[in-house]
């Protein structure tokens, strides 16, 4: 019993654009991963384990470009933008080139990571996985701040409220009934793996005196 308890709670909708922004949150996190590795890589290659950023690869696969990109943002965001036209719509051609271009990144992370040790591949990797977390940081605040809300203007409420319903239902077809909160444990496990875990390690200095 306690379980369905739990269960109904977690029911609470949630709404297309929180769907998506948080699923950016996902694909984030994996960003701050590749990019403290691409930092590592630099500095001491043994010290990055091939197996972490695998893990990281496919999780952005899965998550990022099979279901977040390509089940939702290519096939219901970006058209309704192109048909109203506009900045937001000029702005979708761009970003489907780079998702485009994340997936060849993917690609060759997969394929490098494939290995017991990176060795000569070490600064590649590195300047592959910085390119990146330049694009994908720079694509995803703009689908946040511009896109999502765009989106949300260019369809009716009833629409709105329809399609929420259905990413839930594409979710679960592509994962089951908890494909996020795996994901969340997912990237947490990557994280943990590296030494990233502890949230209070990022807490930025105290400034020096003015
Ligand atoms: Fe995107
Ligand atoms: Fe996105």
Known sequence: MQAKTEKEGKEKEVAAAED??????????????YGEAATRLTQR?????PEALQRGAKLF???GEEYHEKQLEEAFIFP?????GGEAASLSDVLITQHNRGREITEYILSVTNTAKLGAN??????????FVRMYENHSAREDSI???AWKDAISGAEYSELSEKFEEIEHQQFGEDGFDDAVKQIGEIEASLGLVDLAQFTASIPPPA
Do not use: C, Q, Y
């Open 20 to 33: 998506l922004m948080r699923e950016h949150g996902i694909l984030r996190r994996t960003l701050l991963v």
């Open 80 to 84: 309704a933008l192109k048909k109203k």
């Open 45 to 49: 290659p043994d010290s990055v384990s």
């Open 147 to 149: 896109i999502f809300p």
């Open 61 to 63: 696969r899965s998550f």
């Open 122 to 131: 070490a600064s590649a990797l590195a300047e592959a996985l910085r390119g």
